[in-house]
T-cell receptor, first 112, second 109 residues
Framework: DGGITQSPKYLFRKEGQNVTLSCEQN?????MYWYRQDPGQGLRLIYYSQIVNDFQKGDIAEGYSVSREKKESFPLTVTSAQKNPTAFYLC???????????FGPGTRLTVT | EDQVTQSPEALRLQEGESSSLNCSYT??????LFWYRQDPGKGPEFLFT???AGEEKEKERLKATLTKKESFLHITAPKPEDSATYLC??????????FGRGTSLIVHP
């Protein structure tokens, strides 16, 4: 089955620790995205990548980093510099011929 | 800057009571308007893409329509399983999607 997987589903970390969220897709999509979702807010774009070895900052990139070494994978690192990291993180991908996105199941990160 | 406003924020319906959700938008060079369904604790599920004013798309009890300023998601004779948050998004000349905050729909049996 084609799709997007995110792991883990739930993640708990202590303040001051970096943490990496996994996103893998087997849809052969070129573009991949990371969003953050907080209660009562729309999805906010953190980073996006249109092609392997290239990525751009979104609206709220501060405190986050990404890499795109393979077409299938787009991991997100939440660094200790991110002031309010507790949130629901969503990964999405898009093929080159259309504009709709396909989302993974999400990772809920809790930092205490 | 692209903007998307969804209304109402929350909607409660009785089973079988048809209604509409609104998505007002401003965008430069519309490439697509999208509707997604999101269940609690899950990722959004793609429903429809609308590309130009006058376009309509249907899927089961859902019908999406588009004008130059807004889109409606009509829900006909809803069932409790239609309960979810419905998200609207637009992609314009920047090629980056802008999402609304969503409408939370609860359908009571």
């Amino acid at each position: 089955d084609g799709g997007i997987t995110q792991s883990p589903k739930y993640l708990f970390r202590k303040e001051g620790q970096n943490v990496t969220l996994s996103c893998e897709q087997n849809l052969n999509h070129d573009a991949m995205y990371w969003y953050r979702q907080d209660p009562g807010q729309g999805l906010r774009l953190i980073y996006y990548s249109q092609i392997v070895n290239d990525f751009q900052k979104g609206d709220i990139a501060e405190g986050y980093s990404v890499s795109r070494e393979k077409k299938e994978s787009f991991p997100l690192t939440v660094t200790s510099a991110q002031k309010n990291p507790t949130a629901f993180y969503l990964c999405a991908s898009r093929n080159g011929q259309s504009w709709e996105q396909y989302f993974g199941p999400g990772t809920r990160l809790t930092v205490t | 800057e692209d903007q998307v406003t969804q209304s109402p924020e929350a909607l409660r319906l009785q089973e079988g009571e048809s209604s509409s959700l609104n998505c007002s938008y401003t965008v430069s060079g519309l490439r697509g308007l999208f509707w997604y369904r999101q269940d609690p604790g899950k990722g959004p599920e793609f429903l429809f893409t609308l590309y130009s004013a006058g376009e309509e798309k249907e899927k089961e009890r859902l019908k999406a329509t588009l004008t130059k300023k807004e889109s409606f998601l009509h829900i006909t004779a809803p069932k409790p399983e239609d309960s979810a948050t419905y998200l609207c998004a637009v992609t314009g000349g920047s090629y980056i999607p802008t999402f609304g905050r969503g409408t939370s729909l609860i359908v009571h049996p």
